[in-house]
C-alpha cells in the first residue's frame, strides 16, 4: 500500500492523516454510544482539528478534505444529543467558513497538484476513504437500532398480545372488540400474608417469581393470554384475541396444571419444615370486550360479567382446588372428573352451580 503511495507521489502524512479520521469516527461512535455523552465531543473536536491541518498544509479547497468535513455532519447528527449537536453541527460549519476565507485570502500558500491524474487519485482515495467510514458509522448505528427496536418489541409482546401489539405499532391505537366466548381464569394464593412473615422479602419475592414463570410457561403451552397479575393473584384467559374453540378444556388444564406445581412446590417446603401457600382457581366461561386503555402506561384488559364470575369462582373455591362455573362445566363434561358442589350462594347474585375440575386418571 505504501508503495503504491509512493508510485502515486502522494504525501503519506495525508494518507494516514485520512486514516486517523476514521479510527477517531469510529472511537467518535463509541463513546457517544457506550460511554458518557459529554465525551463524545472530543473525538469531533480532534476530527476538526486534524481535517484542518490537513486542508491548511495541503491543497485547500483544491483538495478534498471539504469532503471529510461536510460528510462529519452525518456521524454528529445521529450521534449527538440536544444542545451538543447543534453546537457540534454549528462548529463544523464555522470551520468550513474560517478555512474558505483563509483560503481565499493566502491562496498562494498551499499545495498545487502538479499533474491532473494525481488530482484524480486523491480524490478517489478521499471519496473511498470516506465512504467506508460512513457506511461502517451508518451500519453500526442502524444495527443499534435495530437491536434496540427487537429489545422494544420484546417487552411490548410481554405485555400485550402479538396482534394487539401490531396494531398500536401500525395504527397507533387498538379498536376495542366483543368476543362472544372466552374463558378467564383466576388464582390467589391462600396463606400468602401469613407465609410471608415467615419469609424474607428475598424469598418472597423469589418464590413469587418461581410461580409465575412456572404459569406463564402452562399458559403459552395452552396458547392461553396472561392478561395480569395484582399482588399475588393470576389472571389469564383463553380464545382471545386469537379465536379457539377449546379454549374452556385448555384453561381448565392449565389451572389444573397451575393448582399441582403450587402443591408440588409447597411440599418442597414442608419437607424442611417451612411453610408455604396454597392455591385458590376459579374458571368461568361467557362474552367479555377487550381492549387497550391508558396512554402512556397502557394496558391491554377485558371487562365484563364473565370477569365478575370468573372471580367468585375463585373466591369461593377452596385451597388447591380448581372451581368451575356451570357454563364453563356444560363445554368441558366429557373431559375432566368432577366433583358436584351443588348451589352457592354468591353475594348480589342468585345461587350457583359450581363443580371442582379433577384429571381423568
Not at 394487539?164 to 395504527?171: D, N, Q, R, S, V
Not at 396472561?226 to 393473584?233: F, P, Q
Request: hydrophobic fraction near 45%; aromatic fraction near 12%; include cysteine.
Amino acid at each position: 500500500m505504501l508503495i503504491l503511495l509512493a508510485f502515486l507521489n502522494l504525501r503519506l502524512l495525508h494518507i494516514l492523516s485520512i486514516l486517523f479520521c476514521g479510527f477517531a469516527n469510529l472511537t467518535f461512535y463509541y463513546l457517544s454510544r457506550f460511554k458518557r455523552k459529554t465525551f463524545a465531543f472530543v473525538p469531533l473536536l480532534v476530527l476538526l482539528v486534524t481535517l484542518s491541518i490537513i486542508w491548511l498544509y495541503g491543497y485547500g479547497l483544491n483538495g478534498f478534505v471539504h469532503l471529510f468535513l461536510l460528510g462529519l455532519a452525518v456521524p454528529t447528527a445521529i450521534l449527538l444529543r440536544g444542545a451538543q449537536r447543534t453546537a457540534g453541527l454549528l462548529l463544523i460549519v464555522a470551520t468550513v467558513i474560517a478555512l474558505t476565507f483563509y483560503d481565499i485570502t493566502h491562496a498562494a500558500q498551499f499545495l498545487v497538484f502538479e499533474t491532473p491524474s494525481q488530482k484524480y487519485v486523491d480524490f478517489g482515495i478521499n471519496f473511498v476513504m470516506l465512504f467506508i467510514i460512513l457506511s461502517l458509522v451508518t451500519t453500526t448505528v442502524l444495527n443499534s437500532l435495530d437491536e434496540e427496536r427487537s429489545k422494544s418489541d420484546g417487552l411490548l409482546l410481554n405485555i400485550l398480545p402479538a396482534q394487539i401489539a401490531f396494531e398500536l405499532k401500525e395504527y397507533g391505537a387498538s379498536k376495542p372488540k366483543r368476543y362472544d366466548s372466552v374463558t378467564v381464569v383466576f388464582s390467589d394464593f391462600v396463606g400468602f400474608s401469613r407465609t410471608c412473615q415467615n419469609l424474607s422479602a428475598e424469598v418472597i419475592l423469589q418464590e413469587l417469581d418461581v410461580c409465575f414463570s412456572a404459569f406463564d410457561n402452562i399458559t403459552e403451552r395452552y396458547n392461553l393470554h396472561r392478561l395480569k397479575t395484582i399482588g399475588d393473584s393470576y389472571m389469564l384467559v383463553g380464545g382471545m384475541p386469537a379465536e379457539n374453540i377449546d379454549h374452556p378444556a385448555s384453561c381448565t388444564n392449565a389451572a389444573l396444571e397451575m393448582a399441582e406445581f403450587v402443591h408440588t412446590r409447597k411440599a418442597q417446603f414442608e419437607s424442611r419444615a417451612q411453610a408455604y401457600w396454597d392455591i385458590r382457581i376459579g374458571v368461568h366461561t361467557g362474552p367479555v370486550v377487550a381492549g387497550v386503555i391508558g396512554k402512556q402506561k397502557f394496558a391491554y384488559d377485558i371487562w365484563g360479567e364473565t370477569v365478575n364470575m370468573a372471580s367468585r369462582m375463585e373466591s369461593h373455591s377452596l385451597p388447591g382446588r380448581v372451581n368451575i362455573s356451570q357454563a364453563t362445566y356444560e363445554q368441558v363434561r366429557d373431559k375432566f372428573k368432577f366433583e358436584l358442589r351443588g348451589l352457592q350462594e354468591i353475594k348480589k347474585l342468585d345461587s350457583v352451580q359450581m363443580y371442582f375440575a379433577n384429571k381423568l386418571a
